[in-house]
């Protein structure tokens, strides 16, 4: 028995997967059962394609016990993944030049610094990422992306090489700018402006004689062909005369793009199984062509309302390498979603499914923003904030909570060494601010009095996420006022630093960054995890517990899986060293092995967005989540099972005489 590796998505956590081993199935054939899957498979319109040496369709050659089966033909197919290339259609989008540059902004921003560690970190190649805007903003694609990693293409070029012919682009002029793909025969070309296949077939020639100029090859059927069972023929047929002339040496700047016409702004997408049965096809076609040495290493992406719910599923595919995305590239975060989905290996959120709690509201405060809870030891006490409402929160889980207005908007809240209870030290707007809670009352006239101020005294920024690290500093990092805009403003500017007793700031990182979260240490104190959330992804380093050192040797320790919405947030580490990360916008706080990247625990909350969590009461194993709103904003807790508990959080040490 030879092994094919299948993935099989399980009910809770979509990326979860497991293996198994499928026995040889007549002659070539293979088929892999899989579960979870409702509903049989339908035949994408093969018909009796699929033939082996008998002239039996190969698709009705199941047993009665093999209902949810893909096929593979692994005469040409190669057990090893060839390299996904993820590529982003704007089509005639956006509207205007300052549109375009706020969203190459932010693709540049989500992909700088952070571009090959998802599939690094994995033990797979990066993909290759391209988007294809509208000529006119080819050359500021170009500028804007230049170091991100993210190449550019063009949509389409002309006939000719040069001379009267008004309109047209020539493959030479696009390389010139500096382009490295040509998108080629596009569904939208074939219908709206009739362009053939000889046409195409042209335009592919004038491609390949630029150096270092790439083609996407675009084949599908349409819904009437699909109906009429003429998938194969289709494709059989457009690659051909596609490819006719072009030599075996040259195949490796093909990339194939397989697009069902009926799917394309449709909403409608190819399953998993009907994609690998009509890349299966484009590969035979390419193995008489080319035979099947050349047709292995051809990567054929999949294009037809592509997501980042749909992308993971696709990937896990043993054909489909990669996606032609069309209107989810026009938004940074979904298309930056589908490229980590591009890559994303379900084994490691865990072979096995993560068990899952629930956290209940324990305390209704409607915060807008609640943010940043520590937990006292000493007082017993929890301790948040409501960011944009300047308020501080304390609650000793017995009587009712109260609040201080503070009169500044807040980042985070951090424990203050002092032998009075209540002691705190809070991240403000313009400064640093220490803060007694001890009194059980609303104050408007809060006390708070200034520290220091903080670093980037500049508009654009303010502090967000921090804690006290276990020698007792305050690490913080800032937020971008403007990460969403895309405009200059929007760029990576927010630093990450540290407090020390002295009340003097270093700077830690080397690097800037858009919105610091998942600030936190485990009990050593010699790692720092961190998150710059438009990323999605969770990072480790070596923390300098020297004065003046900085972070190192960044590592990927969690990538939010493309299928999930929203972004890391607040995050806490539990006695046993595992990360406890918020995740904004998905409903969900997910307890990850940083040494794996499983998840092996989730809390469900009924609202939207927890923001931060950590550790308390009197033997540290409730978790207390806070939320913002519209939907949520209280306070929520879980009893944790497992013997799971917390740390005692650190307390700010200030050796500078301060009196609060």
Not at 452 to 477: I, L, M, S, Y
């Amino acid at each position: 028995m030879r092994t094919i590796t299948t993935v099989v998505a399980a009910a809770f956590f979509p990326s979860v997967a497991v293996s198994f081993q499928v026995p040889r199935h007549l002659s070539t054939w293979r088929t892999a059962s899989f579960i979870n899957r409702s509903a049989p498979i339908q035949t994408c319109g093969l018909g009796g394609c699929f033939a082996n040496r008998s002239g039996k369709s190969s698709l009705q050659q199941t047993s009665p016990n093999e209902d949810n089966a893909v096929w593979y033909d692994d005469s040409f197919t190669s057990t090893t993944r060839r390299s996904p290339v993820i590529a982003g259609n704007w089509k005639l989008n956006p509207a205007t030049l300052p549109e375009a540059v706020n969203l190459l902004k932010l693709l540049s921003s989500n992909f700088l610094n952070h571009r090959s560690e998802t599939a690094s970190n994995q033990g797979e190649e990066a993909p290759e990422v391209v988007i294809f805007p509208p000529s006119p903003y080819l050359s500021v694609a170009i500028s804007e992306l230049e170091g991100s990693g993210i190449k550019v293409g063009a949509q389409n070029i002309g006939l000719e090489t040069k001379g009267a012919f008004t309109g047209e682009v020539a493959a030479s002029m696009v390389r010139s700018l500096g382009c490295d793909y040509v998108m080629l025969g596009h569904s939208e070309r074939r219908s709206l402006y009739e362009e053939t296949d000889k046409d195409i077939n042209t335009k592919v020639h004038l491609c390949l004689q630029e150096p270092n100029l790439s083609v996407i090859l675009c084949v599908g059927e349409t819904e009437e062909e699909y109906e009429n069972e003429l998938l194969r023929s289709v494709v059989d047929v457009q690659i051909k005369k596609g490819l006719m002339g072009v030599e075996g040496y040259d195949v490796d700047r093909i990339v194939i793009a397989y697009e069902p016409v009926w799917a394309i702004g449709t909403g409608k997408v190819a399953t998993p199984e009907q994609a690998q049965i009509a890349h299966v096809a484009v590969r035979q076609t390419l193995a008489q062509l080319y035979g099947p040495d050349i047709a292995r290493k051809v990567r054929i992406q999949y294009g037809g309302s592509v997501t980042p719910q749909s992308i993971d599923d696709l990937m896990t595919m043993p054909d489909v390498d990669g996606a032609l995305v069309g209107g989810a590239s026009l938004t940074a975060d979904s298309f930056t979603r589908i490229t980590d989905g591009g890559v994303s290996n379900p084994l490691a959120l865990g072979a096995k499914r993560p068990k899952e709690l629930t956290a209940r509201e324990c305390v209704t405060t409607k915060n807008v923003l609640g943010e940043s809870p520590v937990w006292s030891v000493k007082d017993q006490c929890l301790y948040w904030i409501s960011a944009p409402e300047e308020e501080v929160w304390a609650w000793n889980l017995k009587d009712a909570p109260y609040r201080r207005l503070i009169g500044t908007m807040l980042g985070c809240v951090a424990l203050k060494e002092s032998d009075e209870k209540g002691s705190l030290v809070l991240a403000g707007e313009r400064a640093f601010l220490g803060l007694n809670m001890s009194r059980n009352t609303d104050d408007f006239a809060s006390g708070a009095q200034t520290l220091c101020e903080r670093p980037e005294q500049v508009e654009a920024t303010r502090p967000n996420d921090g804690r006290v690290d276990r020698q007792g500093r305050f690490v913080f990092g800032m937020y971008n006022n403007y990460h969403r805009a895309g405009a200059s403003a929007g760029e990576n500017n927010a630093g990450l630093y540290r407090l020390n007793e002295k009340l003097e700031i270093e700077s830690l990182l080397d690097y800037k960054y858009r919105v610091s979260n998942c600030i936190c240490f485990p009990q050593e104190g010699d790692v720092m995890y961190f998150c710059d959330t438009p990323t999605r992804k969770v990072y480790a380093f070596d923390y300098p517990k020297e004065a003046g050192g900085k972070l190192s040797n960044r590592r990927l320790v969690w990538t939010v899986p493309a299928n999930l919405p929203g972004g890391p947030d607040g995050a806490q580490v539990d006695a046993d060293g595992y990360l406890w990360i918020a995740l904004s916008g998905a409903g969900r706080v997910l307890r990850v092995d940083p040494s794996s990247g499983a998840v092996d625990l989730v809390v469900h909350l009924p609202v939207d967005c927890p923001t931060s969590c950590t550790f308390g009461g009197e033997d540290l194993d409730e978790l207390f989540i806070t939320t913002r709103g519209p939907d949520g904003g209280g306070l929520y807790r879980v009893k944790m099972p497992f013997g799971i508990k917390g740390l005692a959080e650190p307390e700010f040490k200030v050796t500078r005489t301060v009196e609060i």
